[in-house]
């Protein structure tokens, strides 16, 4: 089969995946909170950034590798973690850390994953990050990291952005709970995804297994929030240098949006600024992670992270122009692989790269290095 002909590009996959996976997991895949303002501010920021093609330049081959945290990757790309991954697709956080080591790009697993560091070791190449979402237990705080660490996790993320749940309502409507309760219509839904269904049934429902290790006969949830947020804290500046003494790999802060939080987190030690919106899922009222990224940059010299939005090729070009070091997927990746599988992933970076070279061809742009002078100011 030739994948390009039949998915020349993510909009593809979008909806291949659409139609492979029941509802209420498209709706958790794909909804951002509020009236999703936030979601399609990100996107439309973007399509506002555009180059200056160039003429005359003759051939080249465009250089798409970059260079981030003291390594070199072939494509300034990685694998954003997601909550719940394997709800997505089943067996998913297998499928992408192998996707991850095979292409040599970083793949990130979240503290509510249906998957556990120790499950994920035999598959992780050397770009292993771990996210977390921060425990308030210092027992289960230290615990976590030595998990992770000896899993193979070489670099942290500590998710800052989420300190109350956000109320997603899309998700609420579509019937999703939780952990996931298979009501009849739920029923309904898989019954029409085939694949989906049999692949759950051998893998089992998914459910958020390194949080239930330490949550058991917990209560007091409601329906849209889980297990986590009774174990986790909102985390102040003390947890952050807390965790800088306690990890010794590179440490990351994920959700940073304000410029004036730069210096605060450079005197923490902090390896990596992180700009991310949470893709939209989390406050309606944040401006496009594209928008703050320019006055971040203006702050500092530390690599610069960012998400949310990003699509095509063409997008990460324009993150990188306007200063980012390096792009995560999130959404891509898992439409990726529900749509065609484990293949999925292989075919969504090199979609990318083609597009990464041949719009740099078209702006006269050698290697990631030339592109803020073809910005269009």
Known sequence: MDLHARYPALSDLRKRANNRIPKFVWEYLDSGTGQERTKNRNRAALDEILFEPSILH????????????????????????????????????VLLAQAGARLGIPYSLSTVASQTPETLAPH???????????????????DMLDRARKAGFTSLVLTVDVPVASRRERQVRS????????????????????TWAMGTLKHGLPRMRLIDEYAENLTGLSSTAHAGYLLRTSPDWDY?????????GPLL????????????LEQAGVDAIWISNHAGRQFDGAPATIDAL??????????????????????????????ADFVMLGRGFHCALAAIGAAGPDHLVDILSKDLAANMGQIGARDLSDLADRLIA
């Not at 952050?240 to 010794?248: A, E, G, K, T």
């Not at 971040?296 to 324009?318: C, H, M, N, Q, Y």
Request: glycine residues 8%; contains cysteine.
């Open 253 to 264: 802060v994920k959700g940073v949006m304000r410029a004036s939080d730069v210096a605060p």
């Open 294 to 323: 320019p006055a971040i940059r203006a702050e500092t010299k530390l690599p610069i992270v960012i998400d949310s939005g990003f699509e095509t090729g063409l997008d990460i070009l324009r993150a990188l122009a306007l200063g």
């Open 58 to 93: 003759g051939e080249f081959d465009a250089d798409t590798s970059r260079s981030f945290l003291g390594q070199r990757f072939p494509l300034p790309v990685g694998i954003a973690p997601m909550g719940m991954s394997g709800l997505i697709w089943p067996n998913a956080e």
């Open 240 to 248: 952050l240098r807390w965790l800088r003494d306690h990890w010794q």
């Open 124 to 142: 992780l190449g050397e770009h292993a990050w771990f996210q977390m979402y921060p425990p308030r237990d210092p027992d289960i705080r230290k």
């Open 175 to 194: 019937g999703l709970t939780t952990p996931p309760r298979l009501s009849p219509r739920l029923l309904a839904q898989i019954a029409t995804c085939p």
